[in-house]
C-alpha cells in the first residue's frame, strides 16, 4: 500500500481487504485540476466474489457490481472533501461481461456471465462448422473471431436457458448491457441505456466500419435489437449522475472497455503505438489510427478509444491467463502467500531448471484460440523446486506476450521499438525484465501503472473540458524505469523453442479430445 493511501487508512477513509478466494477489484481514480492523481494516487477499491457455477463457467453477481461501485464511489468522493467540485464520472470495464436486466424492475435475470466464461463453446463450435459464410461475414463487420470469450452467445444463452427470458425479451421488457451499460443505467437510476463504441466492439454484434449493431448476427443469435444500448463515442456526456448528498447531477462523460482506456491512458494516440496490460489477463493492443487493419495471424480488430469522436482502430491478442496464474499459485496452490513475493524468488535461481508451464486454464487465447486446449508442464525433473515452478509461472506471462506481439508485428508490417507496460503485475521488475529479454526491445514502465483508471479518467475530462486536448494530457505521462533486452540470442532461441514446444503439448490435449470424443 503507498504511503498516500496508508495515511488514508489511518484517517478512517479506507478499510483495506484481505484477498481472499480470488476476488475482483474495482477501482476509482480521481484526478486533479493539476492534472495529477490526488495524493499521489488515491484509490479506494472493494472486491467482489466470482462465481464457478461448473467448470469453465464464471459469473459476478450484478448487484455486487454495483453495490462495490457505488461504494467505492462514494469512499472517494468522501475523500475529496466538500470543497471540491466533480468535473465528471469516466468508467472503465471488464468488456465482453454480459447482464441482462428487466427494465421495469431493474433486476437481472441471472448472473453477470464473465467474458472468461467457455459455457457457449460448443455452440460457438456449431456456427463455424455449419454456417462458414455467417463466420467469415462476422470477422469482416465485427473484427472479432467467433468465440465464446465476447457477448454475443452470451446473451443467446440466458434467452435460452432462464424461465421466460426469451419471451419477455421478445415483449421488449429486458435490456442487455455490459458493466459500463449496467453501472450508467443504475447512475442515472434507468434513465440511461448507452454503451461506447469501444465495448460495443467486443459483443459480436457491431459492426465496426459502419459504427452499428448489425441485424443479420442479430438475427442469428435471436437477440431481440430493443435489448441493445445506444451507442455514443468514449469522450462523451451520456447522462448524469444522481448521487444524492454527494452530487445531485454530475455528468458521466467517458466510458471505455478496460484495455482500450489502457491504451489511451498510456497515451498512445498514434499509429504504431503499443502497450501491454498485465491484469487478470494480458491484453496487447497496438493503435493503428483510422486503418482498421485485418489480421492473418489471428488477432482482433477493434476500435479505441479516441478524444473527438471519430473512429479509430487497434489491433489486439489477447492472453487468457497472467496475473490469474499468480493468484491460483497464492490461493489455489498455496505456493506463495501474496504477489508481491514472486520477484524475490524467481531471482533466487538462475532458470526454472528447464520447467515448461503453459496456463492455459480455460483455453487459449490469441494468437492460437482454442478453447479446449488446457494447462500444460513440460521438461519436469526431480531438480524442480518450488521456486523453479513459480518462476517458471512468471515466466509464462512473457512468453504468452511474446506470441501476441510476434503476431502483432506480422499484422501490422511495423517494426517496434518499445512496449509501453501497465497493470499490477508490471510492478514485478523481474517480469518485465525477462519479457524486455524475449521481445528484443525496451519495456517502458510508468509511473502510474494504473493507466486503465487513467485513462478513463481522461476521456471524461476532454468531453467536460476538463483537459484542452490530448496534447495537455501527453503532458502527465511520466516514466518509471526502462527496461532494456541484455540476453544472448542464443539463449532466446532455445527458450522460445522449449516454449514452442510446452504449447504444441497443449494444444495436442484438445486435439487428442477431439478426436476421441
Not at 455449419?130 to 434467452?159: C, H, V
Not at 512468453?399 to 508485428?409: C, G, K, N, P, S
Amino acid at each position: 500500500m503507498s504511503s498516500s493511501l496508508k495515511n488514508l487508512e489511518s484517517r478512517g477513509l479506507i478499510e483495506r481487504i484481505q484477498s481472499a478466494d480470488n476476488k475482483k477489484h474495482i477501482e476509482i481514480v480521481l484526478l486533479n485540476k493539476a492534472d495529477r492523481i490526488i495524493e499521489d494516487g488515491i484509490k479506494a477499491q472493494k472486491e467482489f466474489a466470482q462465481i464457478y457455477p461448473q467448470e469453465g463457467w464464471v459469473e459476478h453477481n450484478p448487484k455486487d457490481i454495483w453495490s462495490s461501485q457505488y461504494s467505492v464511489m462514494t469512499e472517494a468522493l468522501t475523500m475529496l472533501g466538500e470543497d471540491e467540485c466533480i468535473a465528471g464520472i469516466g468508467i472503465t470495464n471488464q468488456r465482453e461481461t454480459t447482464i441482462v436486466w428487466n427494465k421495469q424492475t431493474g433486476e437481472p435475470v441471472y448472473n453477470a456471465i464473465v467474458w472468461q466464461c467457455r459455457r457457449t463453446a460448443k455452440e460457438i463450435d456449431r456456427l463455424k462448422e455449419e454456417e462458414p459464410a455467417l463466420s467469415a461475414y462476422i470477422t469482416e463487420k465485427t473484427g472479432l473471431l467467433p468465440d465464446p470469450y465476447f457477448s454475443a452467445s452470451k446473451i443467446a444463452w440466458i434467452l435460452d436457458h432462464v424461465e421466460n427470458a426469451r419471451q419477455e425479451a421478445d415483449a421488449g421488457n429486458l435490456l442487455f448491457g455490459t458493466v459500463d451499460t449496467w453501472l450508467i443505467w443504475n447512475l442515472t437510476r434507468g434513465k440511461v441505456h448507452v454503451t461506447d463504441y469501444t465495448n460495443a466492439s467486443r459483443t459480436m454484434l457491431f459492426d465496426i466500419h459502419a459504427l452499428c449493431w448489425d441485424q443479420k448476427i442479430l438475427d442469428y443469435f435471436r437477440i431481440p435489437a430493443s435489448m441493445l444500448p445506444q451507442v455514443k463515442p468514449s469522450s462523451h456526456v451520456y447522462g448524469y449522475a444522481n448521487l444524492g448528498s454527494l452530487g445531485e447531477s454530475i455528468p458521466i462523460a467517458g466510458a471505455a472497455g478496460d484495455q482500450q482506456a489502457a491504451l489511451f491512458g498510456q497515451c498512445c494516440f498514434t499509429q504504431g503505438e503499443v502497450k501491454n496490460t498485465y491484469g487478470t489477463g494480458c491484453f496487447m493492443l497496438m493503435h493503428t489510427g483510422d486503418r482498421a487493419v485485418k489480421s492473418r495471424a489471428g488477432l482482433l480488430t477493434t476500435i479505441a478509444a479516441s478524444a473527438d469522436g471519430t473512429a479509430e482502430y487497434a489491433l489486439e491478442g489477447s492472453v487468457f491467463v497472467a496475473g490469474a496464474a499468480i493468484q491460483w499459485l497464492r490461493d489455489g496452490m498455496h505456493l506463495i502467500e501474496q504477489a508481491p513475493q514472486t520477484q524475490k524468488i524467481c531471482e533466487s535461481v538462475e532458470d526454472t531448471a528447464g520447467t515448461m508451464i503453459v496456463p492455459a486454464f480455460t483455453g487459449m487465447g490469441a494468437p492460437y484460440w482454442n478453447p479446449y486446449a488446457r494447462g500444460m508442464v513440460t521438461g519436469l525433473t526431480r531438480g524442480c523446486q518450488k521456486e523453479h515452478f513459480i518462476r517458471a509461472i512468471m515466466e509464462s506471462i512473457a512468453f504468452q506476450t511474446m506470441d501476441v506481439l510476434t503476431a502483432m508485428r506480422a499484422d501490422a508490417e511495423l517494426s517496434l521499438l518499445k512496449l509501453k507496460v501497465d497493470g499490477g503485475a508490471s510492478a514485478n521488475d523481474f517480469l518485465m525484465q525477462f519479457q524486455a529479454d524475449l521481445l528484443g526491445v525496451d519495456v517502458q514502465r510508468p509511473r502510474c501503472i494504473e493507466t486503465t483508471a487513467l485513462g478513463a479518467a481522461y476521456l471524461a475530462g476532454l468531453a467536460v473540458g476538463y483537459w484542452k486536448d490530448t496534447e495537455e494530457i501527453k503532458e502527465n505521462w511520466q516514466l518509471d524505469r526502462v527496461f532494456t533486452a541484455s540476453m544472448p540470442q542464443e539463449k532466446r532461441q532455445e527458450l522460445v523453442r522449449n516454449w514452442k514446444r510446452a504449447v504444441d503439448c497443449a494444444l495436442y490435449y484438445a486435439k487428442w479430445e477431439e478426436e476421441h470424443d
